[in-house]
C-alpha cells in the first residue's frame, strides 16, 4: 500500500496493532447483531413491544461495545458486559416467549468462553443456568428439564476444557518463543513486544525505564577461555541481574552479550539507582574464574510520547557514551535532550 493509500484508510486500522482479544470480541458483537435484528424486527411487526424491546436493546448494546472497543481498546470489561447482556438477553427472552427459545443458549454461553477466562465463563454460565430453571420449572416436564440441564452442562464441560487447554498451550508457546534459551530470562522478541505493550498502554500507568546493559571486553573471554565459559559468564550475568532486581521488573537478552532490564515502577532517579546497583554487582560478581568482568549501562526513561525504537536508541546512545566514557560506567539520557552523567567504580 503506497503511503497515500495508508493515509487514507488509516482509519480503518486504527492507529495501532489490535490485540486477538479485542479483535475477537468486536467480532463476536458484529456477528450477534446480524443474528438478532431479523428476529428484533419480526417481534416489532408483530406488535411484541417486550420482546422486540430486549432484541433491539441486545442490539445496540452490541453496537456500543464496538464503538467503545474501537476507540479505546478496553476489552476486559467490556467482554464481561457482553457476557452478561448476553445471559440477561437470554433469560428475559425465555421468561417472555417461552421453551421454544431455549436453543439460544448454546451460542450464548459458548460465546462466553472465547472472551473470557473459562473460570469466569463457567461461573456466569451456571448462574444463568440456575436462573433458567427456575424460569422454566413450571413450563417442563422434569424430564425435558433434566435434558435441557445435561446438555448445557455437557456443552460448557467440553467447551471449559477447549478453552482451558488452549490458554495452556498459548502460555506454552509464549514462553518457548519469548525465552533465551542460554541464560532463561527473555530474549529479543519478548522485550520488543514489552515494549510496545508499554507504547500501546492507553490508561495512566506507572512510570518506566529501559536499561541497556554490555559486558565489557567480552571478546577477550571467548578468546582467552573459550566459548563454553564465555557462555557460563553470561548465564552468570542474568543471575546476577535476578538477585538485584525486583520481581516487578523485566529482564532481556538483546543479544550476544548485551542485555536489558524494564524498570517497571521507575522515574530516572531510581532506574540510575538500580543501574548503578547492577553495575557495582557485576563488578564485584565472579561470572568468571580469574577473570575480572564488568559492565557499561545506557539509561532511558520510557516516556509515553516516545516510541519503543526511539527508547531503545536513546538508551544505546547512553550504552555507547558508556563505552566511550571508559566502559564499567552507567549513563543516564536526561528526560529531554540526552545529556547525562556518570557513575563509575
Ligand atoms: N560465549 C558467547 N559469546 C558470545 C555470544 N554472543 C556473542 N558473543 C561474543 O561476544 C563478543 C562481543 O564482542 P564485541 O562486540 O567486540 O564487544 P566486546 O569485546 O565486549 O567489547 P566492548 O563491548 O566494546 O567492551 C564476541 O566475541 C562474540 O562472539 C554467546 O552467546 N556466547
Known amino acids: 500500500m503506497n503511503k497515500g493509500a495508508g493515509r487514507r484508510f488509516g482509519w480503518l486500522r486504527g492507529q495501532r496493532k489490535r490485540s486477538i482479544e479485542e479483535v475477537i470480541l468486536m467480532l463476536l458483537c458484529a456477528l450477534t447483531i446480524p443474528s438478532i435484528l431479523p428476529f428484533g424486527v419480526y417481534r416489532l411487526v408483530q406488535r411484541q413491544w417486550m420482546s422486540a424491546a430486549v432484541d433491539m436493546a441486545l442490539v445496540l448494546a452490541m453496537l456500543a461495545v464496538i464503538v467503545h472497543v474501537w476507540r479505546t481498546g478496553r476489552h476486559r470489561v467490556a467482554g464481561f458486559c457482553v457476557t452478561l447482556f448476553y445471559s440477561a438477553g437470554l ?51 422434569v424430564l425435558n428439564l ?76 571467548n578468546d582467552t577461555h573459550g566459548h563454553a565459559a564465555g557462555d557460563q559468564a553470561l548465564r552468570r550475568l542474568a543471575e546476577v541481574m535476578r538477585l538485584h532486581t525486583r520481581s516487578s521488573d523485566r529482564l532481556f537478552r538483546y543479544g550476544g552479550e548485551e542485555f536489558a532490564v524494564i524498570a517497571n515502577g521507575a522515574e530516572l532517579n531510581a532506574a540510575s539507582r538500580l543501574a548503578e546497583n547492577l553495575r557495582a554487582a557485576v563488578a564485584g560478581a565472579t561470572l568468571i574464574d580469574g577473570h575480572a568482568l564488568t559492565v557499561s549501562i545506557g539509561v532511558a526513561f520510557m516516556d509515553k510520547r516516545g516510541t519503543p525504537a526511539g527508547w531503545l536508541k536513546q538508551a544505546d546512545t547512553m550504552l555507547y557514551a558508556a563505552k566511550q566514557g571508559g566502559r564499567n560506567t552507567v549513563r543516564v539520557a536526561a528526560a529531554g535532550p540526552a545529556s547525562d552523567y556518570a557513575h563509575r567504580a
Not at 115 to 141: E, G, H, K
Not at 146 to 165: K, M, S
Open 146 to 221: 433434566l435434558t435441557i440441564v445435561v446438555t448445557i452442562g455437557l456443552v460448557n464441560l467440553f467447551a471449559y476444557i477447549f478453552a482451558y487447554r488452549t490458554g495452556e498451550q498459548n502460555k506454552a508457546l509464549h514462553t518457548e518463543v519469548e525465552l533465551d534459551f542460554l541464560t532463561g530470562i527473555g530474549n529479543r522478541r519478548a522485550l520488543d513486544r514489552r515494549l510496545a505493550e508499554h507504547a500501546d498502554e492507553r490508561r495512566p500507568h506507572l512510570p518506566a525505564c529501559l536499561l541497556l546493559l554490555d559486558l565489557d571486553h567480552f571478546k577477550q573471554v
Open 91 to 141: 433469560l428475559a427472552t425465555v421468561y417472555l416467549r417461552g421453551t421454544s427459545l431455549i436453543y439460544w443458549v448454546y451460542p450464548t454461553m459458548i460465546a462466553c468462553y472465547f472472551v473470557l477466562r473459562p473460570r469466569v465463563a463457567v461461573a456466569i454460565n451456571s448462574v444463568t443456568l440456575v436462573a433458567l430453571v427456575a424460569i422454566l420449572v413450571s413450563q417442563m416436564a
